[in-house]
């Protein structure tokens, strides 16, 4: 499956109770070594809070084998080539996220250090979920959260960055001011 063709769903193992004990086990410590869990920041000029929030579950590798199984195991995401000949798997709808890999790891807990990102990225979705990255002061809660992520990784925004560009639509006049579209995701 390739990203052209990401509403196919390639596993009737979807349901993380149908998954045998030992290939859940197997990609859970595979995900312990090499996945990554994460929330990244894009300027959005068209959205009411100039930032659009996105969870992201990946791993990659040169071999696509283990993006494949992990694709067909659970049933979503995408993979993709990159120029490098790194294939790449992950999962960013959120609603993917919340019903499909959150379901996945409660059932086959990761044992490394990394649980603590997943529990992160889960506790961010749900507020996602409810809309809390529609404001400024839930994305400030986003970014709080995130802070210890993946050892406070590289990222390409800094908070400073999206936390000053939040700041002027904190006043009333500001907010009065916005355009509202009303169709902000």
Same mark, same amino acid.
């Not at 109770?17 to 090499?34: K, N, R």
């Given at each position: ?28 410590g595979f995900t312990d070594g090499e996945g990554s869990f994460n929330v990244s920041f894009r300027r959005r000029n068209d959205y009411f809070v ?68 997943? %529990? ?5 979705? +749900?507020? =996602? @979920? *409810? ?6 002061e839930g994305l400030g809660r986003i970014i709080e959260i995130r802070r210890p992520m993946n050892n406070g990784g590289k990222r390409k925004y800094?908070? %400073? ?5 939040? +700041?002027? =639509? @904190? *006043? ?14």
């Amino acid at each position: 499956m390739t990203a052209g063709n990401q509403q196919e769903r390639p596993s009737d193992l979807a349901s993380s109770t149908q998954i045998p004990v030992e290939l859940g086990s197997y990609l859970a410590g595979f995900t312990d070594g090499e996945g990554s869990f994460n929330v990244s920041f894009r300027r959005r000029n068209d959205y009411f809070v100039p930032w659009k929030a996105s969870v992201s579950f990946n791993i990659s590798q040169r071999d696509d084998s283990m993006c494949r199984l992990f694709q067909q195991t659970i049933g979503c995401g995408t993979i993709r080539y990159r120029k490098d000949g790194v294939c790449y798997f992950e999962v960013t709808d959120l609603r993917d996220f919340i019903e499909i890999v959150v379901p996945f790891f409660r059932r086959f807990p990761l044992r490394s250090k990394k649980r603590f990102d997943f %529990e992160a990225l889960e506790r961010i979705a +749900r507020m =996602m @979920e *409810s809309g809390d990255h529609l404001t400024s002061e839930g994305l400030g809660r986003i970014i709080e959260i995130r802070r210890p992520m993946n050892n406070g990784g590289k990222r390409k925004y800094s908070e %400073e960055e999206i936390l000053s560009s939040l +700041r002027p =639509m @904190e *006043s009333s006049e500001a907010i009065r001011q916005a355009p509202w579209s009303g169709t902000q995701g």
